[in-house]
C-alpha cells in the first residue's frame, strides 16, 4: 500500500510542475470546485425546511444543530405560507448556479489540458530535434514515435484526471462538512465505513500500476512494428513475407488488445463496487436512524440525499486514483524523455559564421560511438582547403561517413578539435554554420510532400522561377514536367513513387538551391545506373566550380579531378595526394583503382 502511495505522490509531483506553466490555474480550478459544491450543497440543504414545511411540523429537537439554525434564521423573512414556493426557487437557482460554475470548471479545463497537451508534444518534437544522434541511434524508432503520438496524449489525460481529483476532493470537503454539521455521530460512523469501502476498491485494483507499465511496453512495440511495416514494405513484398508479417502484427495487436482489456475492465469495477457498497451503506443508515427517531425524517432524508450525491464523488476520487496510477508510466515516459541532465546534445556556439576564408582542419580528431567501442576515427589530422575538391576513398567501415558527420556537427569529437579557420567548430553559431553546408546522399530523404516543396526545402523562402532553375541545373526539369501534375506532383512517403535516379537529382536540386559555400557528396552516385549516374555528375562538375566540395565516393571515377585525394582504412588516413601521386605510392589506392578499372565487370 504504500508503494502504492509513493507511486501517487511522484505521478502528481510531476504533473504538477507542468501546471507550474499557468501557475493561476489550480487556484482557479479549486476555486470553482468550491464555489460549485457549495452552491449544491447550500441547495441540498434547503430541503430540510422544504420538507418540514411539507409536513407543516416544526422541529425542536435540532433547533441546536448550526446549520438547521442558519437555515432558519435565512429563510426568517419569507412567509411561512409562501416556503412552499420561495424555497423550490431557491433550490433551482442553487442547482443553475452550481452548473454555471461547474461548466466553467470544464471549459477552463479543457483550455489548460488542449494547452498543455500541445505543449508537450512541442517539447518533446524540439526535444527530437536538439537530442544528439548519439541518443536517438540508441532509442527504438517505434518507441520514439509512440511517446510523441500517444503517450502525450496518456500525459495530458493524467492531467485531466488530477485535475479532476482536486476538484472532486473539493466537492467531498465540501459535502463532508455539511454531514457534520447535520450529524457528526452518523457522519462518522460513514466515514469508517467508506473508509473500508476505498480499502476494498484499492485491493481489487492493486493491479493497476503493472498493467499500466505494462501497456506503455506493449504499447511501444505495435508502434515499432506499424513503423518497420511502412517502412519496410518493399522488402516485406520481395521476400514473400506478407503473412510473417501479418502474423508479427497480430500478436503486437492482440498484445495491446489484451493489456487494454484488462485495464478497461479494472477501471470498469470501481463503480459498481463502489455503488453496490454504498447502497448497503445508505440502507443500513436509513433503517437504523429511523428505527431511533421517527420525527427526524427530513433531516434523515436529507443527510441521505448528501451522502448520495457524495458517492459519485468518492467514486470519481477511487476511479481517478486508479486511473492515475495506471496512466502514471506514461507519465514518466513522457518525463524521462523531457529530461535534459542525462542526455547528450550538440551545443550552439555563439560566433556567427560568415564564410569560409583558408580551410577546415581536423587536428588529432579521436571518435568513439559509444565508450566501450573501439575509436571509428583515430588521430586524424588533415586539411580541406576552401574552395578545393577533397575527397575521401577507403573501404567499408573506414570512418569516411563519419568524419562527414563529425563535420556537420551530427556528433561532437571525442578528443582533438576541428578548426573552421582559425576557430574551434564548437565555437560556431550551429545554424549559421550549417546554413552554408548542403549535403547530397546515398541515402537521401525524400519528403511526402510535392516535388516543388522538395526542392524548396533547401531555401524556404525560394521562388518559383528558382525552384525551376534549380531542377534545370540537376538535369530534373524534363522528368518533373513528365510528373502528372509537375512540380506540384506529391511524390509520396520517402518519394516512393520516383526511381533512385529522379530521387537524386531531386535531392541534387535541393542543394543547388540552397547555394552553398560548402557541398558535401557522401556516395551520391554510388547506387545509380550509369545514365542516372552520368547525368547527375554531370550537374555536380557544373555546380562544385569554385566551391569547397567535400566527397565520399566508391567509384573511383567520380573523383578522378579532386584535387586532393585522402585515402582511410580503419578509422586512420594511410595515404594523402592527388590521383598521380596516389598510384605512384602503388598504396591501398592504387589497389582499390586496380580493382575497379582491371576487375570490373564487362
Same mark, same amino acid.
Given at each position: 500500500?504504500?508503494?502504492?502511495?509513493?507511486?501517487? @505522490?511522484?505521478?502528481?509531483?510531476?504533473?504538477?510542475?507542468?501546471?507550474?506553466?499557468?501557475?493561476?490555474?489550480?487556484?482557479?480550478?479549486?476555486?470553482?470546485?468550491?464555489?460549485?459544491?457549495?452552491?449544491?450543497?447550500?441547495?441540498?440543504?434547503?430541503?430540510?425546511?422544504?420538507?418540514?414545511?411539507?409536513?407543516?411540523?416544526?422541529?425542536?429537537?435540532?433547533?441546536?444543530?448550526?446549520?438547521?439554525?442558519?437555515?432558519?434564521?435565512?429563510?426568517?423573512?419569507?412567509? $411561512?405560507?409562501?416556503?412552499?414556493?420561495? #424555497?423550490?426557487?431557491?433550490?433551482?437557482?442553487?442547482?443553475?448556479?452550481?452548473?454555471?460554475?461547474?461548466?466553467?470548471?470544464?471549459?477552463?479545463?479543457?483550455?489548460?489540458?488542449?494547452?498543455?497537451?500541445?505543449?508537450?508534444?512541442?517539447?518533446?518534437?524540439?526535444?527530437?530535434?536538439?537530442?544528439?544522434?548519439?541518443?536517438?541511434?540508441?532509442?527504438?524508432?517505434?518507441?520514439?514515435?509512440?511517446?510523441?503520438?500517444?503517450? $502525450?496524449?496518456?500525459?495530458?489525460? /493524467?492531467?485531466?484526471?488530477?485535475?479532476?481529483?482536486?476538484?472532486?476532493?473539493?466537492? $467531498?470537503?465540501?459535502?463532508?462538512?455539511?454531514?457534520?454539521?447535520?450529524?457528526?455521530?452518523?457522519?462518522?460512523?460513514?466515514?469508517?465505513?467508506?473508509?473500508?469501502?476505498?480499502?476494498?476498491?484499492?485491493?481489487?485494483?492493486?493491479?493497476?500500476? /503493472?498493467?499500466?507499465?505494462?501497456?506503455?511496453?506493449?504499447?511501444?512495440?505495435?508502434?515499432?512494428?506499424?513503423?518497420?511495416?511502412?517502412?519496410?514494405?518493399?522488402?516485406?513484398?520481395?521476400?514473400?513475407?506478407?503473412?510473417?508479417?501479418?502474423?508479427?502484427?497480430?500478436?503486437?495487436?492482440?498484445?495491446?488488445?489484451?493489456?487494454?482489456?484488462?485495464?478497461?475492465?479494472?477501471?470498469?469495477?470501481?463503480?459498481?463496487?463502489?455503488?453496490?457498497?454504498?447502497?448497503?451503506?445508505?440502507?443500513?443508515?436509513?433503517?437504523?436512524?429511523?428505527?431511533?427517531?421517527?420525527?427526524?425524517?427530513?433531516?434523515?432524508?436529507?443527510?441521505?440525499?448528501?451522502?448520495?450525491?457524495?458517492?459519485?464523488?468518492?467514486?470519481?476520487?477511487?476511479?481517478?486514483?486508479?486511473?492515475?496510477?495506471?496512466?502514471?508510466?506514461?507519465?514518466?515516459?513522457?518525463?524521462?524523455?523531457?529530461?535534459?541532465?542525462?542526455?547528450?546534445?550538440?551545443?550552439?556556439?555563439?560566433?556567427?559564421?560568415?564564410?569560409?576564408?583558408?580551410?577546415?582542419?581536423?587536428?588529432?580528431?579521436?571518435?568513439?560511438?559509444?565508450?566501450?567501442? @573501439?575509436?571509428?576515427?583515430?588521430?586524424?589530422?588533415?586539411?580541406?582547403?576552401?574552395? @578545393?575538391?577533397?575527397?575521401?576513398?577507403?573501404?567499408?567501415?573506414?570512418?569516411?561517413?563519419?568524419?562527414?558527420?563529425?563535420?556537420?556537427?551530427?556528433?561532437?569529437?571525442?578528443?582533438?578539435?576541428?578548426?573552421?579557420?582559425?576557430?574551434?567548430?564548437?565555437?560556431?553559431?550551429?545554424?549559421?554554420?550549417?546554413?552554408?553546408?548542403?549535403?547530397?546522399?546515398?541515402?537521401?530523404?525524400?519528403?511526402?510532400?510535392?516535388?516543388?516543396?522538395?526542392?524548396?526545402?533547401?531555401?524556404?523562402? /525560394?521562388?518559383?522561377?528558382?525552384?525551376?532553375?534549380?531542377?534545370?541545373?540537376?538535369?530534373?526539369?524534363?522528368?518533373?514536367?513528365?510528373?502528372?501534375?509537375?512540380?506540384?506532383?506529391?511524390?509520396?512517403?520517402?518519394? #516512393?513513387?520516383?526511381?533512385?535516379?529522379?530521387?537524386?537529382?531531386?535531392?541534387?536540386?535541393?542543394? #543547388?538551391?540552397?547555394?552553398?559555400?560548402?557541398?558535401?557528396?557522401?556516395?551520391?552516385?554510388?547506387?545509380?545506373?550509369?545514365?542516372?549516374?552520368?547525368?547527375?555528375?554531370?550537374?555536380?562538375?557544373?555546380?562544385?566550380?569554385?566551391?569547397?566540395?567535400?566527397?565520399?565516393?566508391?567509384?573511383?571515377?567520380?573523383?578522378?579531378?579532386?584535387?586532393?585525394?585522402?585515402?582511410?582504412?580503419?578509422?586512420?588516413?594511410?595515404?594523402?595526394?592527388?590521383?598521380?601521386?596516389?598510384?605512384?605510392?602503388?598504396?591501398?589506392? /592504387?589497389?582499390?583503382?586496380?580493382?575497379?578499372?582491371?576487375?570490373?565487370?564487362?
Amino acid at each position: 500500500m504504500s508503494c502504492i502511495k509513493i507511486r501517487e @505522490k511522484k505521478v502528481i509531483k510531476r504533473l504538477l510542475l507542468l501546471l507550474k506553466i499557468y501557475p493561476w490555474a489550480i487556484p482557479a480550478i479549486v476555486t470553482l470546485g468550491i464555489l460549485s459544491s457549495v452552491s449544491e450543497g447550500l441547495g441540498v440543504s434547503l430541503f430540510i425546511p422544504f420538507l418540514q414545511n411539507l409536513s407543516q411540523t416544526s422541529n425542536p429537537t435540532v433547533s441546536d444543530n448550526a446549520l438547521i439554525g442558519f437555515l432558519n434564521q435565512f429563510l426568517s423573512t419569507v412567509p $411561512t405560507s409562501q416556503r412552499l414556493v420561495v #424555497i423550490p426557487l431557491f433550490i433551482f437557482g442553487a442547482i443553475v448556479l452550481k452548473n454555471c460554475l461547474t461548466y466553467g470548471n470544464s471549459v477552463l479545463l479543457a483550455w489548460l489540458n488542449s494547452r498543455i497537451s500541445h505543449r508537450l508534444r512541442s517539447r518533446i518534437f524540439d526535444q527530437l530535434l536538439s537530442v544528439s544522434y548519439s541518443f536517438l541511434e540508441t532509442k527504438d524508432s517505434g518507441k520514439l514515435l509512440n511517446t510523441l503520438a500517444t503517450e $502525450t496524449w496518456r500525459t495530458s489525460e /493524467a492531467l485531466g484526471v488530477l485535475v479532476n481529483l482536486i476538484v472532486s476532493s473539493c466537492t $467531498t470537503f465540501v459535502y463532508v462538512a455539511l454531514l457534520l454539521l447535520i450529524s457528526w455521530q452518523l457522519t462518522l460512523l460513514v466515514g469508517g465505513i467508506m473508509l473500508l469501502i476505498s480499502l476494498i476498491i484499492q485491493f481489487v485494483t492493486r493491479q493497476s500500476k /503493472a498493467l499500466g507499465q505494462k501497456a506503455v511496453q506493449v504499447n511501444a512495440a505495435l508502434g515499432r512494428r506499424m513503423y518497420e511495416g511502412l517502412a519496410g514494405m518493399r522488402t516485406i513484398r520481395a521476400f514473400g513475407r506478407e503473412p510473417y508479417e501479418q502474423k508479427q502484427f497480430d500478436q503486437a495487436s492482440e498484445q495491446v488488445r489484451n493489456i487494454f482489456m484488462k485495464l478497461d475492465t479494472l477501471s470498469a469495477s470501481v463503480n459498481p463496487l463502489y455503488e453496490v457498497l454504498s447502497a448497503l451503506l445508505v440502507l443500513s443508515i436509513m433503517v437504523i436512524a429511523l428505527l431511533q427517531d421517527r420525527t427526524a425524517l427530513p433531516t434523515l432524508l436529507t443527510f441521505l440525499f448528501i451522502l448520495y450525491r457524495l458517492q459519485p464523488q468518492m467514486q470519481l476520487l477511487g476511479g481517478n486514483r486508479v486511473k492515475l496510477l495506471m496512466l502514471a508510466s506514461s507519465v514518466d515516459d513522457v518525463m524521462y524523455f523531457l529530461e535534459p541532465s542525462d542526455k547528450p546534445y550538440i551545443r550552439s556556439g555563439n560566433l556567427t559564421f560568415s564564410g569560409l576564408q583558408q580551410a577546415i582542419s581536423l587536428d588529432s580528431v579521436s571518435f568513439r560511438y559509444n565508450p566501450h567501442d @573501439k575509436p571509428a576515427l583515430h588521430n586524424i589530422s588533415i586539411s580541406i582547403p576552401r574552395g @578545393k575538391t577533397t575527397a575521401f576513398v577507403g573501404p567499408s567501415g573506414a570512418g569516411k561517413s563519419t568524419l562527414v558527420n563529425l563535420i556537420c556537427r551530427f556528433y561532437e569529437v571525442t578528443e582533438g578539435e576541428i578548426y573552421v579557420d582559425n576557430h574551434p567548430l564548437k565555437e560556431l553559431d550551429l545554424l549559421s554554420w550549417r546554413r552554408h553546408l548542403a549535403i547530397v546522399s546515398q541515402d537521401i530523404y525524400i519528403f511526402s510532400n510535392t516535388v516543388r516543396e522538395n526542392i524548396a526545402y533547401g531555401r524556404l523562402e /525560394a521562388t518559383e522561377a528558382e525552384v525551376i532553375a534549380a531542377a534545370k541545373q540537376a538535369n530534373a526539369h524534363e522528368f518533373i514536367m513528365q510528373l502528372p501534375q509537375g512540380y506540384e506532383t506529391k511524390v509520396g512517403d520517402r518519394g #516512393i513513387r520516383l526511381s533512385g535516379g529522379q530521387r537524386q537529382r531531386i535531392a541534387l536540386a535541393r542543394a #543547388i538551391i540552397r547555394n552553398p559555400e560548402i557541398l558535401i557528396l557522401d556516395e551520391a552516385t554510388n547506387a545509380l545506373d550509369t545514365i542516372s549516374e552520368h547525368l547527375i555528375q554531370e550537374a555536380l562538375n557544373t555546380f562544385s566550380h569554385n566551391r569547397t566540395v567535400i566527397v565520399i565516393a566508391h567509384r573511383l571515377s567520380t573523383i578522378e579531378k579532386a584535387d586532393q585525394i585522402i585515402v582511410m582504412e580503419n578509422g586512420q588516413v594511410v595515404e594523402l595526394g592527388n590521383l598521380q601521386q596516389l598510384l605512384q605510392l602503388n598504396g591501398l589506392f /592504387a589497389k582499390l583503382h586496380r580493382l575497379q578499372y582491371h576487375h570490373s565487370p564487362a
